[in-house]
Structures are given as C-alpha cells and as structure tokens.
C-alpha cells in the first residue's frame, strides 16, 4: 500500500539522550516535514525538505536535527539540547506544491522519563 | 502574519444532530484551504480541499464552503455519528510557499 510509515509509534527516552524518529514515504512526494503537535495547540513546524540533500528550519527548530539522504526517508532527531521533547510528532509528505495536499504519518508520541 | 483561527474551541452534540466549524483566516495570498480530521492519536486526513473559485464541496456527511471575500470558511456536518468525535482542522496554504498555515483545531465529541 502507498503512504507514509512513522515509528515507533510510542517512545520514551531518558534525559540527556538523543532519540531519531523514523519516517518513510512511498509515495514519490518531492517534500517531507515534520511537525511538533501539543494539547490545546495547532500543528507546529519543526523542519521541511523540498528535495534530497536539503532541507529548512520551520519555526521551532532549535533542539532537533533531520537529514534527507533519500527522497523516501525523512528523520527527526531530538536531541539533549531540546528542553521539553515530550508531544506528539507527525510527519507528512506532499508533490511539493502548495496546490497539493499533504499526507500525514500516523505520529510518534514521544515521552521523556 | 499568516493566521488561521478556528471556533469554537471545542464542541460538544448529541448523536444525529448537525453541527458547524467555523474558520478565519489572514493568509495571503491564497491559494487553498483544506479541512483535516484527526483522531485521538493519529495522524491528521484531508476532509475537502477548495480553491479560490470553490463556494462549496462536499464528502459524504461533510460539506465545506469556502467565502474567499470575507476570508471565512465552515465545515457543517449532517447526522452526526459517534465516529465523528475528533480534532477538525482547518489549514490554509498560500501561493507563494510550500507551508501551509494550520488551525488549531476545534475538538468535537459526539454523545450518545
């Protein structure tokens, strides 16, 4: 089936710990992104990537860090510099217009212990 | 700024009854407005999507119309089922940029 697979879809990591989420599409969507979902608040952009080998700071990037090696892979990680990781995160993909709709993993519910 | 504001916050209705979201929104330029619903911990999935020239579109029990003067939309729902309990989100992208602007949600919980 086409679409795009986030995992784990739990996790729980230490303080001081680097954690990666995964995030794979199939779709051959051009741009990935990955966005920051907290109770009570709207979806918050953390990276996005256009292209392989590029990639942008959206509006909450500091503590976190991507690469995009390969069209279909998109990974997030959360780093010790990050000061409250614990949310929701959700990946989406899209053509890479903005006429095009994005399409959303099913989120990885990360929980600092 | 681009903003999008959504009302109310939350929601609550009896099964079978009819409900309306509202949205506003600031961004410019235009280009589309999609309305999401998202369950409880998953991840969020396009309702309707409209463009500049579109009053009105629906999907199945969900319609959605779309006043690009007054920079308002709304997302009715028909015969409100139980499964209809989730986040309805309202995004809206602007010509210029690959980043859409989101809602932040307006959370319906349907009772029996």
């Known amino acids: 089936d086409g679409g795009i697979t986030q995992s784990p879809k739990y996790l729980f990591r230490k303080e001081g710990q680097n954690v990666t989420l995964s995030c794979e599409q199939n779709?051959?969507?051009?741009?990935m992104y990955w966005y920051r979902q907290d109770p009570g608040q709207g979806l918050r952009l953390i990276y996005y990537?256009?292209?392989?080998?590029?990639?942008q700071k959206g509006d909450i990037a500091e503590g976190y860090s991507v690469s995009r090696e390969k069209k279909e892979s998109f990974p997030l990680t959360v780093t010790s510099a990050q000061k409250n990781p614990t949310a929701f995160y959700l990946c989406?993909?899209?053509?890479?217009?903005?006429?095009?709709?994005?399409?959303f993993g099913q989120g990885t519910r990360l929980t600092v212990v | 700024k681009n903003q999008v504001e959504q009302s109310p916050q939350s929601l609550i209705i009896l099964e079978g009854k009819n409900c309306t979201l509202q949205c506003n929104y600031t961004v410019s330029p235009f280009s589309n407005l999609r309305w999401y619903k998202q369950d409880t911990g998953r991840g969020p999935v396009s309702l309707t999507i409209?463009?500049?020239?579109?009053n009105t579109k629906s999907n199945g029990r969900y319609t959605a119309t779309l006043d690009a003067d007054t920079k308002q939309s709304s997302l009715h729902i028909t015969a409100s089922q139980l499964s209809d309990s989730a986040s309805y989100i309202c995004v809206v992208s602007s010509g210029g940029s690959y980043i859409p602007t989101f809602g932040r949600g307006t959370s319906l919980i349907v009772h029996p």
């Open positions: 409209m463009t500049f020239s579109e």
């Open positions: 989406a993909s899209s053509l890479g217009t903005s006429n095009t709709e994005a399409f």
């Open positions: 990537s256009q292209i392989v080998n590029d990639f």
């Open positions: 779709l051959n969507h051009d741009a």
